[in-house]
């Protein structure tokens, strides 16, 4: 049924991403529909990413931010380094590979404070174009860098550049999809 309706909406648009979230009661089958999904459409184990929200999952777990590290080169001071998560190595991976498409697996989706794991990218997901957002100074300081890394690599190799921000703001690649689960019966849905 829903399966059905997800191949229509893709084949009238196959290079469009897309949002769905399966819902139901515990044990109906969720995240095995998700998984037979992704198996269906043979979709390479390195274009999904599957995480599991949880009261304690937030924006810094999701997007990224400042880790420290021991710079073993520089006398073993404590530095801080900008540490990408889940989303955006999948935004990155995808505004890099434009001709295959990317996953994002949500378990549990309503059991983690959406305001507080998605932030500002929560605008992203209605994937219009006039939506672009800000990203932190920090978010942005990462893809622009990663941005110049990527783009020294495709010049070597005969490729086309790519942008990872648009006139300096976040938007959300047509080739990344989030397929997430949800169960009615918890009661932080509410």
Not at 79 to 101: C, D, G, M, P, R
């Amino acid at each position: 049924r829903q399966d059905r309706e997800l191949n229509n909406r893709e084949s009238q648009s196959s290079i469009n991403g897309f949002n769905k979230i399966y819902f139901g009661p515990p044990g109906t089958g969720k995240s095995h529909a998700i998984k037979e999904y992704l198996k269906e459409k043979n979709v390479d184990p390195e274009n999904y990413s599957r995480v599991t929200f949880h009261p304690d999952y937030d924006y810094h777990s999701f997007v990224g931010g400042y880790k420290p590290f021991t710079d073993t080169n520089d006398g073993d001071k404590i530095k801080y380094n900008f540490i990408s998560q889940i989303f955006t190595n999948l935004y990155v991976n995808a505004w890099e590979n434009k001709e295959q498409h990317y996953y994002l697996v949500i378990e549990e989706i309503n059991r983690g404070n959406c305001a507080e794991i998605f932030g500002d990218i929560f605008q992203l997901l209605d994937r219009n174009p006039e939506y672009n957002i800000e990203p932190s100074s920090e978010l942005k300081k990462f893809l622009e860098k990663k941005e110049k890394e990527i783009n020294t690599k495709r010049v070597e190799e005969g490729k086309d550049t790519i942008n990872l921000l648009h006139s300096g703001k976040l938007q959300m690649p047509n080739n990344l999809s989030i397929l997430a689960s949800m169960n009615t019966s918890d009661q932080s849905l509410y």
